[in-house]
Structure formats: structure tokens, C-alpha cells
């Protein structure tokens, strides 16, 4: 497609092919409050030193606070947060209420059970069209080992579970259940029992995909199989 001809929605497809991690960003803003959303623009700058950066929407209603931080932290969300992603992406009153948190070594807010965070210096805001590009200097890190959320095409998918369901295919005989319901009724195959297939050593998802047509149901992709 040419760049005259851009339809912004086929870009925003066309983009979520690439499937990323999760993050809530957080600062405090210039009364002390916490403030964060969510995010999956983040990515390492450099190593020596360590930067990494986030891109943040300037319609966004936080962005003078975070913007003018002087520090802001980076939480990776495991597999477990998808509804810490889903409620710092809604404009809520209080986003922070239903989070488990606490202040990093600059105050800024971390969360309970993520894959991972980072609390930054700002290093430098840079604008590039629509949003601005945070760049963070790390000056405190922590690891968990939990895994983190996966996103992809506009669903959140578990990367562990993808990764246990292709081991298993590529071992052999493998079973592939779904669980599946349309306007508020449970779909079953004849007599309401869950739709289960034995794939033989094939692609479960492409099994589960056929049988899941013969229903009158169409996949569109993996990732939709893998939502949680
Ligand atoms: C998975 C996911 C990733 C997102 N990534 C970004 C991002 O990188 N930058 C951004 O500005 N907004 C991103 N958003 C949207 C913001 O989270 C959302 O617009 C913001 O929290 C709305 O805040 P406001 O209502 O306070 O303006 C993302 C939303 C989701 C669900």
C-alpha cells in the first residue's frame, strides 16, 4: 500500500502483526500522585549506558505529567496482568486503586508480580509526529523469572502456553479442546459437549481451525486460539 493511500486502520493491522510484551509506564506527577498507562512501544536503546525508551500519545492525559517527570519506571506485565493492561488503558478515575504497588528507589510506582521493572532518569523526550519518544536512563532494575503478557493483533495471548502447545504438536498425538460460545449459548458439537479433536502428529491449531469451520466458526489466526 502507498503512502498516499493509507488507510490508517489497515496500518494499525498491519502493525499488530508484531507480536510484543506489555508494559505500565508510571511517574508521579507534580502533586505526588501516581500516574501510569499502558504500553507496548517500550523497547531497549543501549546497554553502555542503559537506555530504553517508550513511545506516549500526545492526546494522552498524562502527558504533560509524564513527559516532565523527572523519572518514570517501566512495569512488564506476566501472563497473569491482563487485566492490570486493560484497566491502565481505560480512562479511569482511579487506576491505581486496584493494583497491588509500592515506590521504587525515585518514587516511582512499582507493581506487585511483574515480569519485570525498570525505574528510569529521563534521559530525553523527543517528539516524533503524533507521540513523544521517552527515553529512560536505568537506575534501578528488578527480574522476577515470571513470564510476560503477549499481545499481538489486538489480543493478549500467554507466550509459555504457545510454547507448550507447539512442543506438544511437534511430540506427536496431541488432543485440542474449545471451550466456545455465541450470543450468551454454549456451542458443542451435537449434544452440547465441548468440541475435542485428535490432531495426529498434525498442526492443532489448523485441526482445531477445520473442525471449528464445520460449525459455521472461522479462525482467523493462532493468536486467536491462544487469547486468554
Ligand atoms: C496493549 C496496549 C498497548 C498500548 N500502547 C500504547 C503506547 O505504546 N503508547 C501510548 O501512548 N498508548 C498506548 N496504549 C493506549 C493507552 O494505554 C491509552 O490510550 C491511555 O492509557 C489512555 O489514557 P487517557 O485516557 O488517560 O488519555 C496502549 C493500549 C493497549 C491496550
Known amino acids: ?21 506489555v508494559t505500565v509506564i508510571t511517574a508521579s506527577d507534580p ?4 500516574v501510569g498507562f499502558t504500553a507496548n512501544s517500550f523497547t531497549s536503546v543501549s546497554l553502555d549506558p542503559p537506555l530504553l525508551l517508550v513511545c506516549l500519545a500526545k492526546t494522552a492525559r498524562d502527558y504533560p505529567a ?8 517501566i512495569n512488564i506485565l506476566s501472563e497473569t496482568q491482563k487485566d492490570v493492561s486493560i484497566k491502565f488503558a481505560r480512562p479511569l478515575e482511579d487506576r491505581f486503586a486496584a493494583v497491588d504497588w509500592a515506590r521504587g528507589p525515585n518514587g516511582c510506582p512499582i507493581f506487585a508480580q511483574v515480569a519485570a521493572w525498570f525505574e528510569c532518569s529521563m534521559h530525553d523526550v ?12 536505568v537506575t534501578a532494575f528488578e527480574s522476577s523469572g515470571l513470564n510476560g503478557l503477549g499481545y499481538a493483533r489486538g489480543g493478549y495471548f500467554a507466550p509459555s502456553v504457545a510454547a507448550t502447545v507447539n512442543s506438544s504438536a511437534a511430540g506427536g498425538e496431541i488432543g485440542a479442546v474449545a471451550v466456545l460460545e455465541r450470543h450468551g449459548a454454549l456451542l458443542g458439537d451435537e449434544n452440547l459437549s465441548l468440541p475435542s479433536y485428535s490432531a495426529g502428529g498434525g498442526d492443532p491449531a489448523k485441526t482445531l481451525a477445520s473442525q471449528l469451520e464445520r460449525l459455521g466458526l472461522s479462525v482467523h489466526d493462532w493468536f486467536s486460539l491462544l487469547d486468554l
Open 1 to 21: 500500500m502507498k503512502a498516499d493511500v493509507f488507510d490508517p486502520r489497515a496500518l494499525r493491522e498491519a502493525l499488530g502483526a508484531f507480536p510484543t510484551a
Open 31 to 34: 502533586a505526588d500522585r501516581p
Open 66 to 73: 509524564m513527559t516532565a517527570a523527572e523519572h518514570f519506571a
Open 126 to 137: 523527543i517528539e516524533a509526529g503524533d507521540h513523544a519518544m521517552m527515553v529512560g536512563r
